[in-house]
C-alpha cells in the first residue's frame, strides 16, 4: 500500500521567491514518485516524476524534486515563483512499474504574491 | 485533439436522479482509471480497466456506481439515485500498461452537484 502526505495545505510566497512544497511518502515496494498540477476547474497536469535513476529529477516550467529514499521524502522546488505558478500542487505515488494505481496527497494550493 | 475527453463538464441534477459520464481516453491507452475529487481534497481512486475488464474497485465506490468499458475504448461512469456527498470533480485518466509508461493522463474532469 502507498500514501502521501503533503505538509501546508496552503503555501504563499513573494513573486521572484523559492518555492518549496513539501511531500512525504509512504510505500511498501519501490515507488515511482509524481507532482501534478491543478488550475482551478481543470484536470492535472504532470510536472516530473521519479521512476529510477537519477534522484534529481527535473519537470516543466522550472520546477524539479528531489527523491530522498532515507528521508521518504519527495519535495517540490522552484528558484523564483511566477505569478503563472498559482495553483494547485499533487504529490503522488505508486508502485515501481508502469502497472500500479497512483495515490495522491491532499494538495497544497500555492499563492503568489507580487 | 488527442488528450483524454470527458463529457460532460458541468452536471446539475436533483437528488435522486441517476447521471452518466463519459471519458474517452487517448487512443490506443488499454488502461483507463476514474478518479473523484472533493472539494479540498486530493483526488481519490474509484476504479480501473484494463481493456474492457474492470480489474479493481474501491470502497468508495457504492453499489449506487457502476462503471464500464465495453470495448475497452471509452468508459461511462453512472450513479443511480445521486446524493448530496456525490458532488464532486469526477476526473478520468489513461495510459499504457507497460513499466515503460508510467504516467497517466487525465482529462479535465466532469464537476457533478446535486441539489
Given at each position: ?35 501534478y498540477?491543478q488550475?482551478?476547474?481543470?484536470g492535472l ?45 499533487f504529490?503522488a ?9 497512483v495515490t495522491f496527497g491532499?494538495g ?7 | ?32 482509471y476514474w478518479y473523484r475529487q472533493t472539494?479540498?481534497q486530493g483526488p481519490e481512486f474509484l ?41 464532486a470533480m469526477y476526473l478520468?485518466a ?12 487525465f482529462?479535465?474532469g ?6
Open positions: 500500500a502507498q500514501s502521501v502526505t503533503q505538509l501546508g495545505s496552503h503555501v504563499s510566497v513573494s513573486e521572484g521567491a523559492l518555492v518549496l512544497l513539501r511531500c512525504n511518502y509512504s510505500s511498501s515496494v519501490p515507488p515511482y514518485l509524481f507532482w498540477v488550475y482551478p476547474n481543470q497536469q504532470l510536472l516530473l516524476k521519479y521512476t529510477t535513476g537519477a534522484t534529481l529529477v527535473k519537470g516543466i516550467n522550472g520546477f524539479e524534486a528531489e527523491f530522498k529514499k532515507s528521508e521518504t521524502s519527495f519535495h517540490l522546488t522552484k528558484p523564483s515563483a511566477h505569478m503563472s505558478d498559482a495553483a494547485e500542487y504529490c505515488v505508486s508502485g515501481a512499474g508502469g502497472y500500479q494505481k491532499t497544497t494550493k500555492l499563492q503568489v504574491i507580487p | 485533439d488527442t488528450g483524454v475527453s470527458q463529457n460532460p463538464r458541468h452536471k446539475i441534477t436533483k437528488r435522486g436522479q441517476n447521471v452518466t459520464f463519459r471519458c474517452d481516453p487517448i487512443s490506443e491507452h488499454n488502461r483507463l472539494l479540498g476504479t480501473y480497466f484494463q481493456n474492457e475488464a474492470q480489474l479493481e474497485k474501491s470502497r468508495l465506490l457504492s453499489d449506487r456506481f457502476s462503471a464500464e468499458r465495453p470495448k475497452g475504448s471509452f468508459s461511462t461512469l453512472e450513479i443511480q439515485r445521486t446524493e448530496q456527498g456525490d458532488s478520468c489513461s495510459k499504457l500498461s507497460s513499466s515503460m509508461n508510467t504516467e497517466a493522463f482529462g479535465q466532469t464537476r457533478l452537484t446535486v441539489v
